[in-house]
Every structure is written in structure tokens, then in C-alpha cells.
T-cell receptor
Framework: NAGVMQNPRHLVRRRGQEARLRCSPM?????VYWYRQLPEEGLKFMVY????????ESGMPKERFSAEFPKEGPSILRIQQVVRGDSAAYFC??????????????FGNGTRLTVT | DAKTTQPNSMESNEEEPVHLPCNHS???????IHWYRQLPSQGPEYVIH???SNVNNRMASLAIAEDRKSSTLILHRATLRDAAVYYC?????????FGPGTRLSVLP
């Protein structure tokens, strides 16, 4: 029973490049959350998606960041024109979606983005 | 926002019980209380959750105050592998908003 899979595990990008982070939720899960964690800090909510829908993107920076969760395939967090301040660990979590408040989140092990 | 307050850090001795407190005075009637923990270099891991009644599972127990304004995560016998940051979370809308958590150190 595969858990939440994130890849790549580590990603190095130069300033100005694009970063694409992938998240495959657990089988049967239709809800995906993305969080960002700066070194020595807590997790900051970024975006909550269902298949083909963005439910809440209140935590996403308004520029350069976008997320999608297509009908087929993994969820993608895309960061355009990366800057050093984007260096962080990005975690994806999934849930089955039924009884949102009552369903625990299952997290991946994250993608650690380093911008040089 | 439905917010939680936790101590920044706590220490425990190995094989002793640990009580991790969480205050959530602004909790609403439909908010579930979730606990997660994060080991170094890993993603958060679900521990336990509840609404009104105390809950037990193989990892821990959750004691919820009668007025629901506070809760306590209980690790019955701490091990070195329990050293982690523990997050107490209330659902907000459809989000899970994490605070800074409590860093638990377990001493051998």
C-alpha cells in the first residue's frame, strides 16, 4: 500500500529557473494539500486541491506559484523564476476527502528545494 | 482562524509517560482536534484525532477537556524514537493549519 509519493526528493535550481514538484496521493485519495516549511519553522499551508479543482489557495504567493491536480496524474506545484527565498521543504499531503474534518492527512517525505 | 497554543519544548525521560498540552480556546463546535508529529527530515505523521470524547490508539491517547478548550496528547511510555515536533491542529474551513508545535526531547 504505497503512501504519498513526492518527487524529486531533492531539487536544485538556479535563480530564475522553474521548479516543478510532483505529488502522487495515496490510492483512492482525491484531496491534496501542499505545505511549505522553511528551516527550523513550522509548516505553512499553501493550497488545497481536489481533482481538477483548486478549493483554497489562500496560502499561495500571488505571483510565480501555481498548483494543479489533473484528472489523471500527479498533483504539480510549479514555481516560476525561483528566488533564494523559495528554498524550503515542500510537503504534500492527501486525504480521501470524505468527512474532511474527520479524515487524517497522509504526508509524503517532501521535496527539498535549494535555489542557488 | 481557529488557533492552538502549545509549549515550545518539553523534555521527558525514556519509558516515562509524556503529557503534551494544547490550548484551543476559540475552537468551534465542529472543529476536530488533530495531532501530528514530525521526525527530523521527514514529513509529518498522523498520531490521533478526536472531537469530544477521549480517544486511544496504538500510538497515543488524546484527552479532551469537557469544554473542549484544551486537550492533552499522552504518550504512555516515551521512547527515543518519540523525539519529534508535535503539532496540535484544529481544522479551519477545509484546511489543516499548523502552528509551531512542541519539540519533545526524550532523554535516555
Amino acid at each position: 500500500n504505497a503512501g504519498v509519493m513526492q518527487n524529486p526528493r531533492h531539487l536544485v535550481r538556479r535563480r530564475g529557473q522553474e521548479a516543478r514538484l510532483r505529488c502522487s496521493p495515496m490510492k483512492g485519495h482525491s484531496h491534496v494539500y501542499w505545505y511549505r516549511q522553511l528551516p527550523e519553522e513550522g509548516l505553512k499551508f499553501m493550497v488545497y486541491l481536489q481533482k481538477e479543482n483548486i478549493i483554497d489557495e489562500s496560502g499561495m504567493p500571488k505571483e510565480r506559484f501555481s498548483a494543479e491536480f489533473p484528472k489523471e496524474g500527479p498533483s504539480i506545484l510549479r514555481i516560476q523564476q525561483v528566488v533564494r527565498g523559495d528554498s524550503a521543504a515542500y510537503f504534500c499531503a492527501s486525504s480521501p476527502g470524505t468527512g474532511v474534518y474527520n479524515s487524517p492527512l497522509h504526508f509524503g517525505n517532501g521535496t527539498r528545494l535549494t535555489v542557488t | 482562524d481557529a488557533k492552538t497554543t502549545q509549549p515550545n519544548s518539553m523534555e521527558s525521560n525514556e519509558e516515562e509517560p509524556v503529557h503534551l498540552p494544547c490550548n484551543h480556546s476559540t475552537i468551534s463546535g465542529t472543529d476536530y482536534i488533530h495531532w501530528y508529529r514530525q521526525l527530523p527530515s521527514q514529513g509529518p505523521e498522523y498520531v490521533i484525532h478526536g472531537l469530544t470524547s477521549n480517544v486511544n490508539n496504538r500510538m497515543a491517547s488524546l484527552a479532551i477537556a469537557e469544554d473542549r478548550k484544551s486537550s492533552t496528547l499522552i504518550l504512555h511510555r516515551a521512547t527515543l524514537r518519540d523525539a519529534a515536533v508535535y503539532y496540535c491542529i484544529l481544522t479551519y474551513g477545509q484546511n489543516f493549519v499548523f502552528g509551531p508545535g512542541t519539540r519533545l526531547s526524550v532523554l535516555p
